[in-house]
């Protein structure tokens, strides 16, 4: 069965992109406690959404092992649309980049989605965005993204990207967490899910990259309108969850 796409596996499962790349000097440990990771993450919004996001039937269905395939599968069909268009996303806000480490750094989100948007053409048969029909809410997240991507600053980007590589995590932790959780993959086929999805590593280290930019462009972030977009961002990733 195909694993979920995860941008925190992309991102830590492929090899570097170029021979300073970030993925060799951004740490996966977490950011530092006063950042504006932690400021999104943590917001009572934030945790209540996601707490939603866990209730859904989708994630209880891979906690108790009892989600139909069928959905699964639709499902995964549904998000290789968000993934295709997260790499033109991540691409359109580094050319419009100005600092260069901004403009690195998103590239490299790009060419790490491109890499493993390669793999569904052997594990799904498709060939790009064109032979997919996305669900109404995954095609208004990537619409959203897009939007961003191509009208706010570059660095917005990666605050509207951060929701679904962190939700990932938070909902596998949760689930790790609940002993009701089937983690046992002889019991529950979806266990794979749970156990791949388990690293923090990946939005820790957007985090700490934003933390170090903003430290070294003090004034250029408006913090409030950050949380505006990871809320937006968090919102289209419940809705996901809710209608596969």
């Given at each position: 069965m195909q694993k979920k796409r995860n941008p925190k596996l992309i991102s830590e499962a492929l090899a570097p992109t170029t021979n300073e790349s970030f993925h060799d000097t951004l740490p996966k440990t977490k950011p530092p406690p006063d950042s504006l990771f932690w400021k999104l993450v943590a917001a009572p919004e934030s945790l209540q959404i996601s707490n939603d996001a866990y209730a859904t039937e989708f994630v209880q269905g891979i906690r108790r092992g009892t989600l139909d395939p069928s959905i699964y599968g639709g499902f995964n069909i549904s998000d290789c649309f968000y993934c295709y268009s997260g790499a033109d996303d991540y691409e359109d806000a580094a050319k419009r980049a100005a600092h260069p480490e901004l403009k690195a750094y998103l590239q490299e989100k790009a060419d790490s989605y491109k890499e493993y948007n390669n793999s569904f053409t052997t594990t799904?048969?498709?060939?790009?965005?064109?032979?997919?029909?996305?669900?109404?809410?995954?095609?208004?997240?990537s619409e959203w993204e897009t939007?961003?991507?191509?009208?706010?600053?570059?660095?917005?980007?990666?605050?509207?990207?951060?929701?679904?590589?962190?939700?990932?995590?938070?909902?596998?932790?949760?689930?790790?967490?609940?002993?009701?959780?089937?983690?046992?993959?002889?019991?529950?086929?979806?266990?794979?899910?749970?156990?791949?999805?388990?690293?923090?590593?990946?939005?820790?280290?957007?985090?700490?990259?934003?933390?170090?930019?903003?430290?070294?462009?003090?004034?250029?972030?408006?913090?409030?309108?950050?949380?505006?977009?990871?809320?937006?961002?968090?919102?289209?990733e419940q809705a996901n969850f809710a209608s596969p």
């Open positions: 799904w048969r498709i060939t790009g965005p064109e032979a997919i029909i996305p669900t109404k809410e995954a095609k208004e997240y939007n961003i991507a191509k009208n706010e600053e570059p660095f917005y980007t990666l605050i509207a990207m951060l929701p679904c590589t962190h939700l990932w995590a938070w909902l596998a932790q949760k689930l790790t967490d609940d002993p009701a959780s089937g983690l046992d993959p002889v019991k529950n086929v979806y266990a794979f899910w749970i156990k791949e999805n388990l690293s923090f590593g990946g939005s820790h280290r957007i985090g700490n990259f934003i933390d170090t930019f903003m430290k070294e462009h003090p004034g250029e972030i408006d913090e409030a309108k950050a949380m505006r977009i990871y809320t937006e961002g968090m919102k289209h």
